[in-house]
C-alpha cells in the first residue's frame, strides 16, 4: 500500500487525466471516431500480463537495485509486423538467453533479463514531418502508428493498428511463454539457443569455454545431491517497451480485483523515453498513475535539480523496485552529464536502479545518410558509466541496449571489425542500428572482464560494482 501522501496525491489521477497536459511525440489522427472504436475494443481485449507478474518483477527490480542482481534489457530498436514470426522471437530470446548466461557466470549474481518486445511498436521522432522529391508525408512512428512505406496512404496514422499492435505482442508473449514453459531455456540444454550462422565466429570458443564450465557444474551439483537440480529449466522473462503512443497505454490500464490502483496490463515494464521526460507533460502525468515498475531515460540535458523533481513526482514513496533511471549520454557527454546527477540522487537518499543505455547517445551518420554506431564507442559510454558509478558510490545495475540475434551490418567494429563498407551488405533497421548477435555477447564478455578487472584492482573491495 502507498503512503496516505501518495494516495492523496493520486486522488485526481485517472488514466485519462494525461489529456489535460501537453503530450509529445503523439500521431495526428483524423479520424477521432475510429480512434474511439479503436480504444473501445482495445480496452475490452484481454490484458498482456498479470498484476502478480508486474508485482514480482518490481520485487526483483528491487532486488537488483539493492545490489543482489544485474538487470540486462535489450531488443530492436523498434519491433515491426512482419517481424512477428517464430524464427525472430525465438532468436532474440536466443540471444538475451546466451548473453545472460554470460554475465551470470562471470558476474555470480543473478540475471534480471526483461526484452525490448511484445509492445515496442512506437516510435519518437525529431520531426513530425519528411520530404522526399518535393513530397512531405508524416514521419514513420512505428508499425503502431503508420507505415513505413513512403506513399501518403502508408504513412496515414491509422486508428487500427493500434490493435492490430496489441494482436502482434499478444501473439508474441504468448510464443515466449510457451517456449519457456516447454524447456527452450532449460540450462542443460544451451545447445538449444544455438544461432546457426555464427558457427565460425570469433567469439566461438570462448562462448563454448564457459557453456562446458556451466554444464560440468550442473552436472557436479547433481551427481553430489543425487537428482537433478530443479528450476534450471525455468527462465523469467519479462516485456518492456517505450510507452508513448498513450491512447494505446490508455486503454492497457486496468484495476484488478484485490489490488489497489492501476496498472498497465500491456506490458510489465514500460519506460519514459528521453523526448516525453517533460515534468509537465502527459507522459509523466500518465506513469505517475500506474503501479508497475517504470523506467526513465535521462539524457545528457538533464539537470539535477529537474531530475530530483521528476524523481519524486514518479516515485513518491521511494518504493523499491518502483523507478529505475537509464541513462544515455554518449560517450562524450557522459564524463560532464552524470556525475552531478549520481550526487544528486545519492544525497537524496534513494535507492533507485541505474542502468546505462550506450546507444541512443552514440548514433553517428556515416556517408551516404546511413544511421550507425561505433562499437568502441558504445563500449567506451559503458566502461566510462561503471567507472563513474565506482566514484560516485552508486551502482550501475544494469544495462540497456538495442540488438538483434541476425547477422546484421548496422553498427561498426566489433570482433569482426565492420566497416563502413559493411554497412550496406545487411543493414535492415527501419529506425536505429543494433549490435548484431556477435557485437551483443562480445558487450556481454567485456561487461564481465570489466567487472574482474576493477574487482581485483580493489582487491576484492566492494567497487559499486555488480559484484558477487
Ligand atoms: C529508444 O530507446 O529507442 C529511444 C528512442 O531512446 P531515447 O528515448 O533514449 O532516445
Ligand atoms: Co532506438
Given at each position: 500500500?502507498?503512503?496516505?501522501?501518495?494516495?492523496?496525491?493520486?486522488?485526481?489521477?485517472?488514466?485519462?487525466?494525461?489529456?489535460?497536459?501537453?503530450?509529445?511525440?503523439?500521431?495526428?489522427?483524423?479520424?477521432?471516431?475510429?480512434?474511439?472504436?479503436?480504444?473501445?475494443?482495445?480496452?475490452?481485449?484481454?490484458?498482456?500480463?498479470?498484476?502478480?507478474?508486474?508485482?514480482?518483477?518490481?520485487?526483483?527490480?528491487?532486488?537488483?537495485?539493492?545490489?543482489?542482481?544485474?538487470?540486462?534489457?535489450?531488443?530492436?530498436?523498434?519491433?515491426?509486423?512482419?517481424?512477428?514470426?517464430?524464427?525472430?522471437?525465438?532468436?532474440?530470446?536466443?540471444?538475451?538467453?546466451?548473453?545472460?548466461?554470460?554475465?551470470?557466470?562471470?558476474?555470480?549474481?543473478?540475471?534480471?533479463?526483461?526484452?525490448?518486445?511484445a509492445g515496442q511498436y512506437a516510435k519518437p521522432r525529431s520531426t513530425d514531418s519528411e520530404t522526399r522529391d518535393g513530397l512531405t508525408l508524416p514521419s514513420y512512428r512505428g508499425d503502431m502508428v503508420n507505415g513505413d512505406a513512403f506513399d501518403a496512404a502508408s504513412r496515414r496514422p491509422d486508428p487500427a493498428r493500434l490493435v492490430q499492435a496489441h494482436a502482434r505482442s499478444a501473439m508474441t508473449l504468448n510464443f515466449v511463454r510457451a517456449l519457456i514453459d516447454g524447456g527452450f531455456a532449460d540450462l542443460h540444454h544451451?545447445?538449444?539457443?544455438?544461432?546457426?550462422?555464427?558457427?565460425?565466429?570469433?567469439?566461438?570458443?570462448?562462448?563454448?569455454?564457459?557453456?562446458?564450465?556451466?554444464?560440468?557444474?550442473?552436472?557436479?551439483?547433481?551427481?553430489?545431491?543425487?537428482?537433478?537440480?530443479?528450476?534450471?529449466?525455468?527462465?523469467?522473462?519479462?516485456?518492456?517497451?517505450?510507452?508513448l503512443v498513450l491512447p494505446y497505454e490508455q486503454a492497457a490500464t486496468r484495476q484488478v480485483p484485490r489490488q489497489w490502483g492501476w496498472f498497465n496490463l500491456g506490458t510489465h515494464f514500460p519506460w519514459i523515453g528521453m523526448r516525453t521526460a517533460d515534468l509537465d507533460g502527459a507522459h509523466v502525468e500518465y506513469f505517475r498513475g500506474i503501479r508497475n515498475p517504470i523506467a526513465v531515460k535521462v539524457g545528457p540535458a538533464m539537470q539535477a535539480e529537474q531530475l530530483l523533481r521528476l524523481v519524486d513526482r514518479l516515485d513518491p514513496d521511494n518504493e523499491p523496485g518502483r523507478l529505475t533511471l537509464i541513462h544515455r549520454m554518449g560517450a562524450g557527454h557522459i564524463g560532464q552529464g552524470l556525475p552531478p546527477l549520481l550526487q544528486a540522487i545519492k544525497?537524496?537518499?534513494?535507492?533507485?536502479?541505474?542502468?546505462?543505455?550506450?546507444?541512443?547517445?552514440?548514433?553517428?551518420?556515416?556517408?551516404?545518410?546511413?544511421?550507425t554506431r561505433r562499437f568502441d564507442t558504445i563500449r567506451r559510454e559503458l566502461e566510462l558509466a561503471f567507472d563513474l558509478h565506482a566514484d560516485a558510490g552508486t551502482r550501475l545495475g544494469g544495462v540497456h541496449?538495442?540488438?538483434?540475434?541476425?547477422?546484421?551490418?548496422?553498427?561498426?567494429?566489433?570482433?569482426?571489425?565492420?566497416?563502413?563498407?559493411?554497412?550496406?551488405?545487411?543493414?535492415?533497421?527501419?529506425?536505429?542500428?543494433?549490435?548484431?548477435?556477435?557485437?551483443?555477447?562480445?558487450?556481454?564478455?567485456?561487461?564481465?572482464?570489466?567487472?574482474?578487472?576493477?574487482?581485483?584492482?580493489?582487491?576484492?573491495?566492494?567497487?559499486?560494482?555488480?559484484?558477487?
Open positions: 500500500m502507498p503512503s496516505v501522501q501518495a494516495v492523496a496525491a493520486l486522488e485526481d489521477w485517472a488514466p485519462d487525466t494525461w489529456r489535460r497536459f501537453p503530450a509529445a511525440q503523439q500521431p495526428r489522427y483524423d479520424d477521432t471516431a475510429q480512434l474511439e472504436q479503436a480504444m473501445t475494443q482495445l480496452a475490452q481485449l484481454p490484458p498482456l500480463v498479470s498484476s502478480a507478474e508486474i508485482l514480482s518483477l518490481k520485487q526483483q527490480l528491487a532486488e537488483v537495485a539493492a545490489g543482489r542482481g544485474f538487470l540486462l534489457q535489450g531488443g530492436d530498436c523498434a519491433e515491426s509486423f512482419d517481424d512477428c514470426r517464430a524464427p525472430v522471437v525465438a532468436d532474440r530470446l536466443k540471444i538475451l538467453l546466451q548473453m545472460s548466461l554470460v554475465l551470470v557466470h562471470g558476474l555470480q549474481m543473478p540475471v534480471l533479463r526483461v526484452g525490448r518486445f544451451p545447445e538449444y539457443w544455438d544461432l546457426a550462422w555464427v558457427r565460425h565466429s570469433p567469439l566461438e570458443a570462448e562462448y563454448r569455454r564457459l557453456v562446458d564450465s556451466i554444464g560440468e557444474s550442473i552436472r557436479f551439483m547433481e551427481t553430489l545431491v543425487g537428482d537433478a537440480l530443479t528450476g534450471l529449466n525455468r527462465a523469467n522473462f519479462y516485456t518492456s517497451h517505450e510507452a544525497r537524496s537518499g534513494r535507492q533507485l536502479l541505474w542502468c546505462c543505455d550506450p546507444m541512443h547517445g552514440n548514433t553517428e551518420t556515416v556517408a551516404g545518410g546511413i544511421k541496449l538495442e540488438l538483434t540475434a541476425d547477422n546484421v551490418t548496422e553498427c561498426l567494429g566489433g570482433a569482426r571489425d565492420l566497416s563502413e563498407t559493411d554497412l550496406a551488405r545487411a543493414y535492415r533497421s527501419r529506425v536505429d542500428p543494433r549490435l548484431n548477435y556477435e557485437q551483443a555477447l562480445e558487450l556481454a564478455m567485456l561487461i564481465v572482464r570489466k567487472h574482474r578487472q576493477d574487482k581485483s584492482a580493489s582487491g576484492g573491495k566492494d567497487t559499486g560494482l555488480p559484484l558477487a
